[in-house]
Nanobody, 115 residues
Framework: QVQLVESGGGLVQPGGSLRLSCVAS????????MGWYRQATGKQRELVGF???????IVEPPLKDRFTISADNTKSTMYLQMSSLKPEDTAVYLC?????????WGQGTQVTVSS
């Protein structure tokens, strides 16, 4: 089994930055693919970006100028660096790990962008 725990969310003013972390533990197996999703209240869950099986990082085009995904395999941790945050970025951010070992989700961390 794989456990994913996100952290780093909170309240931030428009234009601000946050870095989210997702720590994987358990029977991790291969580190990727692994990705970030977000879900705003009343909206469908959407992909933010992911690290592919080959370790290539892909961020959804509307976000790639402001969001960066990285990872530290020594810490089994994936990061989401967000900058120039907007109120429409308000959502629960979740990490996901999938592949031959199954499909696993974290519980999410709330990000609220508001003045």
């Amino acid at each position: 089994q794989v456990q994913l725990v996100e952290s780093g969310g909170g309240l931030v003013q428009p234009g601000g930055s946050l870095r989210l972390s997702c720590v994987a533990s358990g029977n991790i197996g291969r580190p990727y693919p692994m990705g970030w999703y977000r879900q705003a209240t009343g909206k469908q869950r959407e992909l933010v970006g992911f690290i592919s099986t080959d370790g290539v990082t892909i961020v959804e085009p509307p976000l790639k100028d402001r969001f960066t995904i990285s990872a530290d395999n020594t810490k089994s941790t994936m990061y989401l660096q967000m900058s120039s945050l907007k109120p429409e970025d308000t959502a629960v951010y979740l990490c996901r790990k999938w592949g031959s070992g199954g499909d696993h989700w974290g519980q999410g961390t709330q990000v609220t962008v508001s003045s």
